[in-house]
């Protein structure tokens, strides 16, 4: 094996933002072995790290972060030295169908890893990391007014955000108790090229081409604060080289928007790169049940980051979001193979059949 000098296992990395962070550091760092450690569920993807599946610097392993046996070998023959985990159940509304998965992957597999990676480090922790990639729905819901910030109290409401809450209590917990090096970022809404098609954005845009109907929760009121997914994977590389060990920081890019809105201008864009008439995608949007304890707004204050560690966002969303189509109409094939098979299933489920 060549000699790197870091030893980096980066978990969900076949994920949406997973693998953007792995291209991100297999591209930029040469000098560091990326491994990606993946369970590959229906949200996992090697399709996603095609460009650098071969490069000399990165290695993919199945497997779950809950078989600590399994995550031991690992350690024990690539000697990591950073951990950086994605690897989660990441969908509110199958949280809400099935929040057991969540308990599972989430509580009992960040458990499980932090446990396996203090096992192989307690004895020389000096230069030894984990990174623990949350989220911001952990504060809760905000309204009209306020954002959060790292010392928002957690107020988790889903079983998804209940379970990523839980997760960040065990990391911190393993700092307090056992001074194992942890680092924290809560993000907001993502958004980007290879995004499961489940997710608001994803999905509004391959039912627009599809002629599909488009269905906002409730009246499309609630508000999300998105960022694109580029930016995060950037982000997320600062707080790893420069980030201050037990602190916790939160990412996003000031950008607030009403669902409704976003559907909108969805609309608006697709009519015009599909060549419609201005007005017709819109004809799709249909308001359905909305989805139980739905969060009304989610805004963060992402100033530490901004003012201790340099970080900005990059992009604009509008041009975000053009070239987040661009893609999605030029890598059909992706979305076909994603939405075969189980995806049409889980889209009966949570939609009902006339959808
Ligand atoms: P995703 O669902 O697209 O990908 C998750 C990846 O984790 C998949 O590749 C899946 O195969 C893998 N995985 C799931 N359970 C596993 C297990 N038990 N063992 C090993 N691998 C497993 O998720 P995403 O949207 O890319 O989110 C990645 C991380 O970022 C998650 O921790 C999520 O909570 C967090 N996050 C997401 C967003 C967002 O907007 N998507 C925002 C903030 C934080
Ligand atoms: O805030 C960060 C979180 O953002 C991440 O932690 C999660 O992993 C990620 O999935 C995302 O959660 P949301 O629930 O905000 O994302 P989602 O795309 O599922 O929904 C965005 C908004 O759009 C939300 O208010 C619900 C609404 N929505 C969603 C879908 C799928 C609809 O109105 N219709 C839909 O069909």
Redesign the pocket.
């Known amino acids: 094996m060549a000699v790197f000098t870091k030893k980096i296992m980066i978990t969900g990395g076949a994920g949406f933002i997973g693998s953007h962070v792995v291209r991100l550091f297999v591209k930029k760092y040469p000098q560091y072995l990326i491994v990606n450690l993946d369970a590959l569920t229906y949200a996992g993807n090697l399709a996603n790290l095609k460009d650098v599946e071969s490069a000399a610097n990165y290695k993919f392993e199945k497997g779950d972060i809950n078989d600590e046996k399994r995550i031991g070998e690992l350690f024990a023959a690539y000697q990591f030295d950073a951990v950086i985990h994605l690897a989660a159940e990441?969908?509110?509304?199958r949280s809400i169908l099935d929040p057991l998965a969540f308990v599972r992957s989430n509580v009992l597999g960040t458990a499980a890893l932090l446990n396996v990676s203090l096992r192989f480090w307690k004895d020389d922790l000096k230069d030894k990391l984990f990174y623990h990639v949350s989220?911001?729905?952990v504060y809760g819901s905000l309204g009209a007014e306020g954002f959060f910030t790292e010392d928002t109290p957690y107020d988790p409401r889903s079983p998804y955000s209940a379970s990523k809450a839980s997760s960040d209590h065990f990391v911190m917990a393993y700092y307090h108790t056992y001074g194992l090096p942890v680092i924290l970022s809560n993000?907001?809404?993502n958004y980007g090229s290879h995004h499961f098609p489940?997710?608001?954005i994803p999905?509004m845009i391959n039912n627009i081409l599809n002629n599909r109907s488009l269905?906002?929760?409730g009246k499309?009121e609630?508000v999300?604060d998105w960022l694109y997914v580029e930016d995060h994977a950037r982000a997320i590389d600062t707080i790893f080289h420069k980030g201050k060990t037990g602190d916790k920081y939160n990412i996003g890019g000031f950008n607030e928007w009403k669902?409704i809105d976003i559907v909108h201008l969805l609309c608006r864009i697709m009519d015009k790169k599909l060549n419609r008439a201005e007005g017709d995608s819109a004809k799709l949007i249909t308001y359905v049940k909305d989805?139980p304890g739905?969060d009304l707004r989610?805004a963060i204050d992402a100033t530490k980051l901004n003012k201790e560690l340099g970080w900005t966002p990059s992009l604009q969303f509008e041009e975000g979001l053009e070239k987040t189509v661009d893609w999605y109409l030029q890598n059909q094939d992706w979305v076909k193979e994603v939405t075969s098979g189980d995806y049409q299933k889980y889209y009966s489920e949570q939609y009902g059949k006339a959808h």
Not at 90 to 93: A, E, G, Q, T
Request: glycine share 4%; aromatic share 8%.
């Open positions: 990441s969908h509110v509304d989220t911001d729905e993000c907001s809404n489940e997710k608001l999905l269905p906002v929760y499309g609630n999300r669902n989805r739905h989610y």
